[in-house]
T-cell receptor, first 113, second 115 residues
Framework: GAGVSQSPSNKVTEKGKDVELRCDPI?????LYWYRQSLGQGLEFLIY????????KSGLPSDRFSAERTGGSVSTLTIQRTQQEDSAVYLC???????????FGPGTRLLVL | AQSVAQPEDQVNVAEGNPLTVKCTYS??????LFWYVQYPNRGLQFLLK??????LVKGSYGFEAEFNKSQTSFHLKKPSALVSDSALYFC?????????????FGKGTMLLVSP
């Protein structure tokens, strides 16, 4: 596709359930990034991938969060045992190479009841 | 460490008037600076960036930004605001001299352009 796509666009889940968020980057982009945007907050960096490798996982807020990327393309962010404080918009971005301009997807709005 | 400050939570301007959205930054080395815009229920859209060269950078939708090294600022400007410019604007910085570093975003400034 022409841009970064994310699915689902909206997700409502119950506290304690696991959720998977998907990101499909721009074709040919080797770097992929996940951010979280909470109401009234800026963007919180979560993790980035260079190819399929995640050199920097320091932004993941807890061990309930994990992410993987396969085939140098699609990435999945998984949140286990969701909590209400996980409610936020999760944004994915990709760039042609690390350090290059990041292009963002529309985000997944997650609501944990 | 690197950081970005957007001192105004909200900027109000009348349509047709010039607008400025302020951004100051802090990095150890040389900055790589960005502006993004976010419309409601959308992701961030890239507006413009500065690496080196001319201090005045021109971007999408008639926006421009001026890099000022002495004041460590990168303010976003537009000569004549449109109602459709109303959105949330984010400034971001990366330290070019620190190897890889994450992109650090400001908290955002809501721009409201009144008819």
């Amino acid at each position: 596709g022409a841009g970064v796509s994310q699915s689902p666009s909206n997700k409502v889940t119950e506290k304690g359930k696991d959720v998977e968020l998907r990101c499909d980057p721009i074709s040919g982009h080797t770097a992929l990034y996940w951010y979280r945007q909470s109401l009234g907050q800026g963007l919180e960096f979560l993790i980035y991938f260079q190819g399929n490798s995640a050199p920097d996982k320091s932004g993941l807020p807890s061990d309930r969060f994990s992410a993987e990327r396969t085939g140098g393309s699609v990435s999945t962010l998984t949140i286990q045992r969701t909590q209400q404080e996980d409610s936020a918009v999760y944004l994915c971005a990709s760039s042609l190479a690390i350090q290059e301009t990041q292009y963002f997807g529309p985000g997944t709005r997650l609501l944990v009841l | 460490a690197q950081s970005v400050a957007q001192p105004e939570d909200q900027v109000n301007v009348a349509e047709g008037n010039p607008l400025t959205v302020k951004c100051t930054y802090s990095v150890s080395g040389n900055p790589y600076l960005f502006w993004y815009v976010q419309y409601p229920n959308r992701g961030l859209q890239f507006l413009l960036k500065y690496i080196t060269g001319d201090n005045l950078v021109k971007g999408s939708y008639g926006f421009e930004a001026e890099f000022n090294k002495s004041q460590t600022s990168f303010h976003l400007k537009k000569p004549s605001a449109l109602v459709s410019d109303s959105a949330l604007y984010f400034c971001a910085v990366r330290d070019l001299d620190s190897g890889y570093s994450t992109l650090t975003f400001g908290k955002g400034t809501m721009l409201l352009v009144s008819p």
